[in-house]
Antibody, heavy 121, light 106 residues
């Protein structure tokens, strides 16, 4: 059974860079069938897709965040990571990693449990 | 950007009731529409893909329909375990989600 697990600091100061890692187990991140994505959810609000990466390193991002986002992949560790720079309180959210199917259908079918990141001094 | 408008934002229904949620896209997205269920404190779960296809293992009381700009998600007989927030998500262009519909038991 595929499992995803987010990890990283739960508190980040304003203007600093948020860094999270998603570890994939029970399957290979190098599978040619899937992208791997990040989605966030501010407290009490809806879902926002941040961006996705292919095992080759090919990425695509939400235009509203593109200038601040970097997603990278480490196939040797079966992990992918998110960096969001110049954070403000508006970036406080639960951050989810998910498997992003982009063949025949396009869905987020496996999700991590999510990790709350608070931006505060 | 393609905007997804869900309605209602919340609803209250009795066990056994038929529940319907709508999602409207700001432009034609064909059938590139998915539905997710999110229970409190949990990650979203995929229920319906390509507007009307039931994901494996999802109970048949859940269904979806529509194409173009107007889509409907239905729970044919509401069960206590269906209390959750439901989101539509389009993928005609970059993925975007609707604002969500919170379903409660009356």
């Amino acid at each position: 059974q595929l499992q995803l697990q987010e990890s990283g600091p739960g508190l980040v100061k304003p203007s600093e860079t948020l860094s999270l890692t998603c570890t994939v187990s029970g399957g290979s991140i190098s599978s040619s069938s899937y992208y791997w994505g990040w989605i966030r959810q501010p407290p009490g609000k809806g879902l926002e897709w941040i961006g996705s990466i292919y095992y080759s390193g090919s990425t695509y991002y939400n235009p509203s965040l593109k200038s601040r986002v970097t997603i990278s992949v480490d196939t040797s560790k079966n992990q992918f990571s998110l960096k969001l720079s110049s954070v403000t309180a508006a970036d406080t959210a639960v951050y989810y990693c998910a498997r992003h199917v982009r063949r025949a259908k396009e869905v987020f079918d496996y999700w991590g449990q999510g990790t709350l990141v608070t931006v505060s001094s | 950007d393609i905007q997804m408008t869900q309605s209602p934002s919340s609803l209250s229904a009795s066990v056994g009731d038929r529940v319907t949620i709508t999602c409207q896209a700001s432009q034609d997205i064909s059938n590139y529409l998915n539905w997710y269920q999110q229970k409190p404190g949990k990650a979203p779960k995929l229920l319906i893909y390509d507007a009307s296809n039931l994901e494996t293992g999802v109970p048949s009381r859940f269904s979806g329909s529509g194409s173009g700009t107007d889509f409907t998600f239905t729970i044919s007989s509401l069960q206590p375990e269906d209390i959750a927030t439901y989101y539509c998500q389009q993928y005609d262009n970059l993925p975007t989600f609707g604002g969500g519909t919170k379903v409660e038991i009356k």
